[in-house]
């Protein structure tokens, strides 16, 4: 297997960040959200700022105690509405550099960038503009080999950093860590594993002879964390992605001649496709019009664009497009748009079920008419690609 070049990108204090970029007054200051902002009733603490850290607040920690340690913080109720948003825009940056992003939670996302020519460090360190350019907040990336390595690398240096661990150094870099920062070493087996053995970092962990661990962990587990201390890890990236098509189809009640209708037609099928696709949540990586001559030979015609997208303008015009690979030698019967390589935005909660959908009901339109919504009724904008 040739090497990976993984990201994980995890966003700064993200609920205290968002709430410091909406009032510009808490900018560095100690902010704690949890609960309903109250800090004498119950409730833990979801994230503190920096600021707040530094009085020893963080996650989890009762609300109540967060107010003893520094009574003079904003305390502010969580607004997980606003968090979505910001998340959604950060998934939507990250999928502009990979098809491959794993989310894990609102604020937290792997990302396979093997396929990037760019060196990874300048890559991360792009990323990172583009997130603080678009959102106002700052992200951290952790880049290595393997999902593992940088997760671990990521959590060495927050917040605002970029911090890489290479698999030569992986045993190395890990070394002198505590062992809670692998996989499958949480609170209760680190502290089963410092009073058996008496491990405490990774570099105790590494000291083990496999047999070792397994006693004492059993033989998977023991065998597992044998190769998480050693930095190996071949999981895989897990998307969202799904290989399904959104697509419009129009018969037109008399076959078109005219090559402009036939222009109009594609525009709006890819308007009323590219608005269904935003609806299901989804971004379209491959344009493809078909077209069905009077002797109902059909034929197809498809672009993969550079990255998914669900942008109206985009799709539009490189349906209109893929007109000029067609000869117009006959009249027109029927047109079609599809949207495929489809990826999920995050936004999207239901889950539709995007299946190529043919309404075959007729258009009404006509040779040089100006009439004709298509099937679906709505009125799209067709921003002067109609004729003349
Ligand atoms: P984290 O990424 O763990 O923390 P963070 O982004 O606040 O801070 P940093 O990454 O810079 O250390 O979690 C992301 C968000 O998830 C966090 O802002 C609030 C929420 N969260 C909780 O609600 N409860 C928790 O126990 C944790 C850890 C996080
Ligand atoms: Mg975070
Ligand atoms: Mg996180």
Redesign the pocket.
């Known amino acids: 297997m040739t090497a990976r070049k993984i990201f994980h990108v995890?966003?700064d204090a993200?609920f205290a960040a968002v709430e410091q970029l909406r009032r510009p007054e808490l900018q560095g200051k100690p902010v704690v959200v949890g609960g309903d902002g109250n800090p004498h009733k119950r409730g833990v603490v979801s994230t503190a700022s920096y600021e707040a850290r530094v009085y020893g607040i963080h996650s989890a920690m009762p609300l109540r105690t967060a107010f003893k340690k520094c009574p003079h913080a904003v305390f502010l109720a969580v607004d997980f509405s606003a968090y979505g948003e910001y998340s959604r825009k950060i998934r939507s940056i990250l999928r502009e550099y990979s098809e491959l992003v794993e989310p894990?939670?609102?604020?937290?996302a792997f990302l396979d960038v093997s396929h990037r020519p760019e060196e990874p460090v300048a890559l991360a360190e792009e990323i990172r503009r583009r997130i603080k350019a678009e959102t106002g907040l700052t992200a951290s990336i952790g880049i290595g080999p393997n999902k593992l390595l940088a997760k671990i690398a990521c959590g060495m240096r927050k917040p605002d950093a970029v911090t890489e661990i290479n698999a030569e150094t992986a045993v190395d870099q890990l070394r002198a860590l505590p062992s809670t920062v692998l996989w499958g070493v949480g609170p209760k087996t680190a502290a089963r594993l410092e009073a058996a053995l008496g491990v405490r970092t990774v570099g105790d962990l590494q000291g083990l002879a496999l047999e070792v661990l397994q006693e004492h962990l059993g033989p998977r587990h023991g065998e597992d964390l044998y190769h998480v201390c050693r930095g190996e890890d071949d999981s895989p990236i897990v998307t969202e992605w799904e290989p399904k098509s959104l697509s419009r189809e129009t018969t037109y009640q008399v076959d078109a001649r005219v090559r402009d209708t036939v222009i109009k037609t594609i525009d709006e099928l890819a308007a009323d496709v590219t608005e269904e696709l935003r609806d299901d949540g989804y971004r379209g990586r491959t344009v493809t019009v078909k077209i069905r001559y009077r002797d109902f030979k059909t034929h197809t015609r498809a672009q993969t664009l550079p990255s998914p997208t669900d942008d109206d303008f985009t799709i539009r015009t490189t349906a209109v497009a893929l007109l000029d690979r067609f000869t117009m030698d006959r009249p027109v019967r029927l047109v079609g748009v599809r949207v495929s390589s489809l990826s999920r935005t995050a936004s999207a909660q239901s889950t539709p079920s995007p299946q190529s959908q043919d309404s075959g009901s007729s258009s009404g339109q006509e040779d040089g008419g100006d009439g004709g919504d298509g099937e679906t009724g709505k009125a799209q904008s067709v921003s002067g690609l109609s004729s003349e």
């Open positions: 995890d966003m993200f894990m939670s609102l604020d937290e």
